[in-house]
């Protein structure tokens, strides 16, 4: 019927059940919208359901029995929300994440320190190339704090 349902695994005949009567909405997997979320701290299963269950229909895609939404894998829960809050779940994902990145470059003390104007020379500049030095000059200059 072309329903997003998790692997046969972790979903119950009674989830099953109730998506075909209409008691639960259905997902067309044609239009489900994936999300990566990495497995960081403030990004549990636990604290991603705290969030849904303030939207009552990512809850009404969800099985009704608590029990029952344990079991289904962690990417599966990220998608369902993600594909029925869009932008407003990613953009939670991105502060979970910023926030545990800001704790980890406090933590291990990795902020650098630079000089205002090489700091702008660096963010001026157009002459890097390769895609690895990219993305390690990307992160770099995301972390770095002018010294005034």
């Given at each position: ?14 989830h ?11 997902i067309l ?8 979320i990495?497995?960081?701290e403030?990004l549990?299963?636990?604290t991603?359901?705290q969030?849904?269950k ?5 809850m ?7 029990a029952e ?9 990220g998608?369902v929300?993600?594909?029925c ?19 980890i470059?406090?933590k291990?003390?990795?902020?650098i320190?630079m ?13 890097v ?18 010294v005034h």
């Amino acid at each position: 019927m072309g329903v997003y349902v998790p692997h046969y695994d972790s979903v119950t005949v009674f989830h099953l059940r109730d998506l075909a009567s209409g008691k639960r909405k259905k997902i067309l997997a044609k239009d489900v919208k994936k999300i990566f979320i990495p497995q960081y701290e403030g990004l549990t299963v636990d604290t991603m359901l705290q969030n849904a269950k303030t939207f009552p229909q990512v809850m009404k895609c969800l099985p009704a029995d608590e029990a029952e939404i344990k079991k289904l894998p962690r990417e599966y829960i990220g998608n369902v929300i993600f594909t029925c809050l869009g932008q407003k779940f990613k953009d939670w994902v991105d502060a979970k994440v910023n926030e545990r990145n800001d704790k980890i470059i406090e933590k291990q003390n990795l902020a650098i320190e630079m000089d205002p104007e090489t700091y702008k020379a660096f963010m001026a500049s157009t002459h890097v190339s390769g895609k690895y030095l990219y993305f390690t000059c990307g992160w770099l200059f995301k972390q770095l704090t002018c010294v005034h």
